[in-house]
């Protein structure tokens, strides 16, 4: 029985890494030449490795000379043919999505970061309300509604993107980052959706959104930026992320990478400092151009002083 399950179903180990450099959020892909990018993945030894994170950490560090910090367990992603060309090639592909942080950049063989808003342009509100949603999005998703005569359905696809999106003067949810790809993903609008067989490549736009990956790492990597934006908040995983000094400046420049919004600078340095998250370490930065600016570290006291110890994000600048 276990040589059957074997044979028919295998466990593999996939990885979004995620580092920040120069306020771009960068996750570490291998590289295809002659195909997309995927994140890294292996298989899970039952035998050889102990727990599937130590699997993780194990071969990240056999293939790309990176060790792990902070990684925590997304979800199983287990869609039948996700692996596969053609139904019926091998063993169905069970994958055990991973978010982990670094604060390393080491270059590897084969494989290279990329900002994770080449996957996802619409994510991106920094500067503002990116163009590719009002000029191709929402009139896709409006077709995408009336392409169906069930009434019903419509109504739900009409109301899924108006939250997703935040049509019709809805707020922008940063959260959402795995409805909106899914949304995108069954209205045909990804190249995933071709790939997969879900629609012709001829029903396929011109430019299908967002540079696609393979299999379904783009997903993975939704699951991944959705978890972390969430997370940030009620636990200072950002902070994986910082080198052990730093300048509140670029805290919140690398909050709002994270996160895809501009903040309010003096709201975001009070709310860090009355929280406690960071205290002072007496040192300043060397700067040729400008005020020299106070070096913070993280006070890791606070993991023990509350239950929800986070960067709350309810400071955004205004009109954002």
Known sequence: MNKLVENVVRIGLSAAIVSVTEERPQ???????????????????????????????????????????????LYTFGDRGRH???????????????????????????????????????EDWRTDKPAIIGEVIAPALRRFAKAIDDKGIAERRKDRARLAFGFDGLPWDEERVLDRYELLYEAGLVEEAATDGRVTAESMPARPLGASMMFDHRRILATAIARLRGKMKYRPVVFELMAP?????????????????????????????????????????????????????????????????????GMRRAGV
């Open 245 to 313: 000094m730093f300048t509140l400046l670029e805290l919140q420049r690398t909050v709002e990478a994270i996160s895809g919004i501009r903040l309010h600078k003096q709201n975001f340095r009070r709310l860090i400092e009355t929280q406690g998250l960071v205290e002072g370490t007496g040192r300043t930065t060397q700067s040729a151009r400008g005020r020299p600016a106070e070096l913070f570290r993280f006070r890791r006291e606070v993991l023990s002083e509350r239950p929800a110890p986070g960067v709350r994000l």
């Open 27 to 73: 996750v570490l892909v291998v590289h295809h030449s002659d195909g997309p990018d995927g994140l890294p993945f292996g298989p899970f030894d039952p035998i050889g490795h102990r727990t599937m994170e130590g699997g993780l950490r194990a071969w990240v560090r056999e293939q790309t000379e990176l060790d792990l910090g902070y990684a925590e367990q």
């Open 84 to 122: 596969l060309v053609h139904t019926g090639e091998g063993p169905r592909v069970v994958s055990v999505g991973y978010l982990a942080l670094t604060r390393e950049r080491r270059e590897a063989r084969d494989a290279a970061w990329r900002d994770w808003y080449r996957f996802f342009p619409w």
